[in-house]
Antibody, heavy 114, light 107 residues
Framework: QVQLKESGPGLVQPSRTLSLTCTVS????????VSWVRQPPGKGLEWIAA???????DYNSALKSRLSISRDTSKSQVLLKMNSLQTEDTAMYFC????????WGQGVMVTVSS | DIQMTQSPSVLSASVGDRVTLNCKAS??????LNWYQQKLGEAPKLLIY???NLQTGIPSRFSGSGSGTDYTLTISSLQPEDVATYFC?????????FGSGTKLEIK
C-alpha cells in the first residue's frame, strides 16, 4: 500500500541547515510528485515545496531562497534542505503525495533551538 | 498568492446536526479545492478532492460543493468521531495554499 515516512534530526540549532528525507513505498516517484508541508505547533498548514514526476520543482515564494528539494528515485526518497534556520521554522514537517495530495506521512517534528 | 478564508473558525454542534463549513478563495480556483480533516496529533486526512469527490473510505455523510471562489463542506449528520479541525486547500495555482481551519466541536 501507499506509504510515506519522514525522517530528520529533530533538533537543529539556529542558523544551521535542516535536512529531511521522505521515503515512499507503494508508488513510483517517476509517476507521482511529492510535496513538503509544515505546521507550527497549534497553527495552520503551509505548503513549502514540491518535486513533480518529471523532476521539476516548485517552491513557496516566501521560503524559496532557503530551500532545495531533490529526489533519489533508486531509493524512493525525496530530500528537503532548508538553510538559515530560525526559531519560527519550528514545526511538524509532513510529506504528501502529489498531485492528488491524497496520502501523507505521519510527520517529523523539528525544533529550532540552541 | 491565493488567500483561502475559512468560516467559522470554531463551530459547536450537536450529534446528529447537519453542519456546514465554508471556504472562500481570493480568486477563482476552478474547483481545485480539497478538504482535509485533522485530529490532534495526526496527519491531515483527505476527505473531498476537487470540490465534490469523496475520497475512498470516507463516510458518505461528508460532501462538498462549490465553484469559482466559494466552497462548502457539509456533514449531514454529525458524529462524535467528527471532532477535528477541517482545512480547505487550493491546488489551482502555485503556491498552493491552505485555509486557516475550522475547529469542529460537539455541544
Amino acid at each position: 500500500q501507499v506509504q510515506l515516512k519522514e525522517s530528520g534530526p529533530g533538533l537543529v540549532q539556529p542558523s544551521r541547515t535542516l535536512s529531511l528525507t521522505c521515503t515512499v513505498s507503494g508508488f513510483s516517484l517517476t509517476s507521482y510528485g511529492v510535496s513538503w508541508v509544515r505546521q507550527p505547533p497549534g497553527k495552520g498548514l503551509e505548503w513549502i515545496a514540491a518535486i513533480w514526476s518529471g523532476g521539476s520543482t516548485d517552491y513557496n515564494s516566501a521560503l524559496k531562497s532557503r530551500l532545495s528539494i531533490s529526489r533519489d528515485t533508486s531509493k524512493s526518497q525525496v530530500l528537503l534542505k532548508m538553510n538559515s534556520l530560525q526559531t519560527e521554522d519550528t514545526a511538524m514537517y509532513f510529506c504528501a503525495r502529489s498531485t492528488s495530495f491524497d496520502y501523507w506521512g505521519q510527520g517529523v517534528m523539528v525544533t529550532v533551538s540552541s | 498568492d491565493i488567500q483561502m478564508t475559512q468560516s467559522p473558525s470554531v463551530l459547536s454542534a450537536s450529534v446528529g446536526d447537519r453542519v456546514t463549513l465554508n471556504c472562500k478563495a481570493s480568486q477563482n480556483i476552478n474547483k481545485y479545492l480539497n478538504w482535509y480533516q485533522q485530529k490532534l496529533g495526526e496527519a491531515p486526512k483527505l476527505l473531498i478532492y476537487n470540490t465534490n469527490n469523496l475520497q475512498t473510505g470516507i463516510p458518505s455523510r461528508f460532501s462538498g460543493s462549490g465553484s469559482g471562489t466559494d466552497y462548502t463542506l457539509t456533514i449531514s449528520s454529525l458524529q462524535p468521531e467528527d471532532v477535528a479541525t477541517y482545512f480547505c486547500f487550493q491546488h489551482n495555482s502555485w503556491p498552493f495554499t491552505f485555509g486557516s481551519g475550522t475547529k469542529l466541536e460537539i455541544k
